[in-house]
């Protein structure tokens, strides 16, 4: 998974600056930034160069994505105050010299059983004024038109319900797994933070997109092909196939209507001093 999540936040990444940017005029002058969930580090890495006088940690639970953190804060020339920390979150936290001023989970809540507790632990982990921002929910993306000219049209949107009956059984699952209404904002008051902010942002790569924007469509579209290709109708799966084929000038390797379009969601709280 590690090439496949360093791409994805590559592409993704004119939508963690301007995401990052807005954090920026909240939490103007942090002395240690975590990134909760890290993965490989390409955010950890663009919160160092957001926030040039912090130390910035990467915590995650996957020693080998940290690896690969490590090396692109030492390719990008922060190594000198970037960490990491290895571990299963929110325990991993613990381990943190001081607390937190900002504290960044990017879609790494979700896969914690108990979303309340472990929001908790995060501000427990905060300094007074400190702000924790986690990025969770937003809007499913767009690769395609909804008509592609064979198959039944809406591939897409069928794809989005079946994703989210995989997410929702993926969620009962987790360890410790309790039900929640994800009313971020009352969630984080209810971890002891105030002053919520909301905001979502977009990323849109038009059509014709680019080399790396198709290989992320393709790298996305073959890995619902592959989880929930057995709960798609004949019909869909062949679609699906025909959208994967290489060979095929009607895949979306290329033809000339794919594109990127999707947002994402921060929320946003603060520690009182």
Do not use: N
């Not at 940017?21 to 909760?36: E, F, H, N, R, Y």
């Not at 632990?121 to 767009?142: M, N, Q, S, V, Y």
């Not at 897409?156 to 904002?185: C, H, K, N, Y």
């Amino acid at each position: 998974m590690a090439p496949l999540l360093e791409a994805q936040a590559e592409l993704f990444t004119p939508l963690y600056e301007r995401a990052l940017a807005w954090l920026a005029k909240q939490q103007t002058d942090p002395g240690l930034v975590v990134d909760a969930g890290s993965g490989p580090g390409v955010v950890s890495c663009l919160l160092a160069e957001t926030f040039p006088g912090a130390r910035v940690v990467a915590v995650d639970g996957a020693e080998p994505l940290l690896e690969r953190a490590r090396a692109r804060a030492g390719r990008l020339g922060v190594a000198d105050r970037f960490g990491t920390l290895t571990g299963e979150l929110p325990g991993a936290l613990d381990d943190l010299d001081y607390p937190a001023d900002l504290l960044w989970a990017s879609r790494s809540l979700h896969h914690l059983g108990d979303q309340r507790a472990a929001l908790a632990a995060f501000a427990d982990r905060l300094a007074p004024g400190g702000t924790l921002a986690i990025l969770e929910g937003g809007l499913p993306a767009r690769f395609l038109p909804r008509d592609i000219g064979f198959g039944r049209p809406g591939l897409q949107a069928r794809l989005d319900a079946l994703q989210e009956e995989w997410f929702a059984g993926m969620r009962a699952g987790l360890p410790g797994s309790v039900a929640e209404t994800e009313d971020w904002p009352a969630l984080l008051a209810a971890a002891g933070l105030g002053h919520p902010h909301t905001r979502s942002f977009l990323l849109d790569l038009p059509a014709p997109t680019t080399g790396r924007a198709r290989a992320y469509v393709a790298a996305t579209l073959s890995r619902v092909r592959e989880g929930l290709g057995d709960r798609l109708d004949a019909d869909d799966r062949a679609t699906l196939d025909r959208l994967l084929d290489p060979d095929d000038r009607a895949s979306v390797h290329h033809r000339p209507d794919v594109f990127v379009l999707t947002a994402h969601t921060v929320h946003t709280a603060t520690k009182s001093l």
